[in-house]
């Protein structure tokens, strides 16, 4: 089946897909009609109501996605003026491939190249053409890859594959507004349901098909090697950018801080790391996809390319960034752009990296310091009260709610990799020693002149009470002073955390309530009595809030104030929480309450976890 047969057949199943719905919108009338023709009763009422409100959730779903467009354009618009050379070289292939130059061409933070067309009349009129190319393709590709990708997305308009972008656009938007509007129990969404997945099947098959006509486009305008090698360097990339964010960008962003070159920071990792990457080109592609997925697996694209007739090309492996000279200037343009740092405090890698680890360190810090608070009777705490617990003889007791599974003595001894943390923030607070930013390895400790330092042997000292005191004079000879670490949250905060569950109208000491699990903590958000839709209740709280956002409105109790857990009946699950103070909260759950995933078998998780911890 041709490519342009398959798309006639995507838009006609379109248009189905809103014939579907008025379909459905007579039937109801017609139910209704027959309903109150015959009887008027309460019984009448009701179901008039359930069938209104059923058909209801699929009509606002169509009328949105009718009146839905597709969005201002993304990223940084690349001028002629700004880009001589990209503009050239792309105007170049366009003629190769036999199809008009794109209007714009934007500058994008995504390892992706894309093409869209505003045409209209259902593709029959042409519109501005737009070609938005990644960032992180410029800073790594060569030209010869680099062209492989724009030819094969200006293969995408000679193919006319853009002519109906926006009916596509259309499609996925009635699918996604009317099927996210239809409860489970909803009939009227089951049909809309089968019918979005077949819808979801031709399309999907279409795309796949054109991303192969578009390849085509590629070998024989840049060349079968060019092709393949930008087919083969796109997971290495792909696997860079999303690590360069995992390790060195999400931890501080997430704490309040942001890096001053987010786009230069990729450029310089990528240089840095040659031996990781050097190892993730030598894998094989991927040869499996599934029929839901929009693109054909790498190592069946690679197979089609080698395939095709042999066309001859000089090779230009100059980088990239040579088709956009400025690319630092045009990065941080990018950054002005598309991204909101919001409050956070902007610095420069260096300091951002240190910022970030001292952060995390002091984070995990102040649990200690919470615990060692409550059991010494004060306020606040800091590493020279834990210092005079272990003088004391105390530290085993503090060590054991760390380390369940040990007796006391153990868990004393094993304490000593917490105390190195501690000593470590006590270090780098008192100027001592800081922490070295590295593209090509992790961060180090090092002391002002730049040797690397470990506190690991005086760490062990200090959890001993007949050594803790040379622990204190060796830590005071080289600067560090035991006052410069406290606590700095003393009242336990959702900050960083994540969602590990989430029940709707669960009763929590005998109130409606929304259990939200996170990894640090219970949050109780009031829910409406008796209230329906509770899966989607839950699922836009989470997507609308972050959970230290709600953790401030809502009651957070943190896993570390619980003594205890009691589960008092299994299904539906019942349980009593013991918190420090001896106050308790009970939470029972609902034969009819709705969850996102297992989140049942979680909470069951959790309250054993903290009975095991509290033994």
Known sequence: MSTALRAAISVAMLVGFYLLGLLQLALVGWLLYE?????????????SWLLLA???????????????????????????EQAPDLWRTVRELAQEAGTRAPDEI????????????????????????RLYIGMPLLQTFTVDQMRSVLAHELGHYSGSHTRLSAVAYRGRAALHETLSRVGKWNVFGWVFKGYGRLYLLVSNAVTRRQEL????????????????????????VAAAWNFYFGRYVSNGW????????????????????????????????????SRWDTHPAIGVRIAAMRALPPVQHAPDRRPASTLLPHLGGAGLALQAAVVDFGDRTVLPWDDFTAASITAIQQRRADRVFRSAARRLGVQEAGLAEIFGLVSSGGLGELAAEFFPDATRKEAAVAFADPMDDLITLAAVRSGAARWQHSWSAPARLVDPYGQPVDYAE???LAVDPSTVDEARHRLAAIGIHLEAARVVEAKATA?????????????VDDQETDLILLDRGFLFVPAPKGGNEGEKRLKDLLSNNDPATLAHHYRFVPYEEVTGARITKAVPINAELDLHGGATVSIKERWSGEQLGKSRDTLEAVLKRINERAE
């Open 254 to 289: 997430e704490l309040g801080y942001a890096p001053d070159d987010i786009f230069g920071g990729f450029g310089q990792l990528y240089t840095a790391r040659t031996e990781e990457l050097a190892r993730l080109r030598d894998e094989e592609p991927d040869h499996e996809t």
């Open 495 to 507: 900050s960083g955390s994540d969602v590990i569950g989430a029940m709707a109208n669960v009763r």
């Open 106 to 129: 934007r500058l994008v933070p995504e390892v992706n190249a894309a093409v869209s067309e505003d045409a209209k009349a259902l593709g029959l009129i042409a519109g501005t053409r």
């Open 35 to 47: 309903i109150w023709t015959h009887t008027q009763s309460a019984g009448a009422a009701k179901a």
């Open 458 to 460: 005086i760490a062990k």
């Open 54 to 80: 059923a058909v209801g959730a699929v009509v606002v779903g169509l009328w949105k996605a009718i009146r839905a467009q597709p969005g201002e354009p993304e990223g940084l618009l690349l001028t002629p």
């Open 213 to 236: 006509e578009a390849d085509q486009v590629s070998v024989r305008v840049a060349g079968v090697d060019a092709a393949v090698g930008s087919m083969r360097e796109l997971p290495v």
